[in-house]
């Protein structure tokens, strides 16, 4: 099913075949969150766009939220003392509820208009996360509900959850550990509200995509492993600085995929 999806969409040779592609987007996977353990955020980001080259993006966000999930599940395991409790209940209720809702209205939206959308919204993204440098303006405290629900409803309706926290929760917790051990808690929360709902509403189509699935889970994991040395190993900025790209880029070609 995969191999017809690519032929069909790209107009493959034959000679390009599904393990070739899966070996491709497993290395993407292992360093998508090797790089993003640091970051906080982006594993979405930039894994969809391998998955996108497999299935359509409604099933590319199911199948990238339970790689995602295992993901996070795997970070905390690793960096459970690291969490800070009272961000987690900041946050948490919200990223439920707007998780949830993003996860039902994902369902409703005709693919090429997704598409568009999360691409100017991960353009858009980088520019208001750097704009404190440059306005000087801190976000209130206050409106960590408003940070905590946007994050999970894009999380929801896109699979692209973690740029609007981390310019909440980065505020709130200077500490990189703490910050990387939070953003995982947090970022479980809204894969384990999400996934339900796209199993509900796309049962068959996702489960089709099993295959993959297991084996984008288990470089993911292996990922987080590496990752977390190069956390305590270099400065988060420059794998900020790294995944910032990676979303401008990504953004890019979601919107190339969709218009075209």
Not at 40 to 46: K, Y
Not at 204 to 218: F, G, M, Q, R, Y
């Amino acid at each position: 099913m995969l191999g017809v999806y690519w032929e069909k969409t790209y107009n493959l040779n034959p000679q390009q075949t599904f393990v070739d592609i899966l070996i491709v987007v497993a290395i993407g996977a292992f360093f998508a969150a090797a790089l993003t353990v640091p970051a906080g955020f982006g594993l979405s980001t930039m894994l969809t766009p391998f998955v996108l080259l497999l299935m359509p993006p409604h099933e590319a966000v199911a199948v990238v939220a339970v790689v995602h999930g295992a993901h996070n599940a795997a970070k905390c395991w690793s960096m459970w003392d690291s969490i800070d409790l009272t961000a987690f209940r900041h946050y948490g209720v919200w990223l439920v509820v707007g998780a949830i809702l993003g996860a039902i209205l994902q369902n409703q939206v005709p693919q090429d208009p997704l598409l568009v959308t999360i691409g100017i919204f991960l353009i858009i993204l980088p520019i208001l996360t750097l704009s404190e440098s440059w306005t000087g303006y801190r976000i209130p405290e206050t409106n960590d509900r408003i940070g905590g629900f946007g994050s999970g409803f894009m999380g929801g309706l896109s699979g692209h959850q973690g740029a609007l926290r981390a310019m909440f929760l980065t505020r709130r917790l200077p500490d990189k550990m703490a910050y990387a051990a939070t953003a995982s808690i947090l970022a479980l929360c809204v894969d384990l509200s999400r996934i339900p709902v796209y199993l509900i509403f796309r049962p068959d189509e996702i489960l089709a995509h099993s295959d993959i699935t297991v084996v984008l889970v288990l470089s993911a994991i292996i990922g987080v492993r590496v990752g977390k040395r190069w956390l305590k190993s270099l400065k988060s900025s420059w794998i900020h600085n790294g995944v910032m790209i990676g979303i401008v880029a990504s953004g890019v070609f979601y919107i190339w995929e969709g218009i075209i």
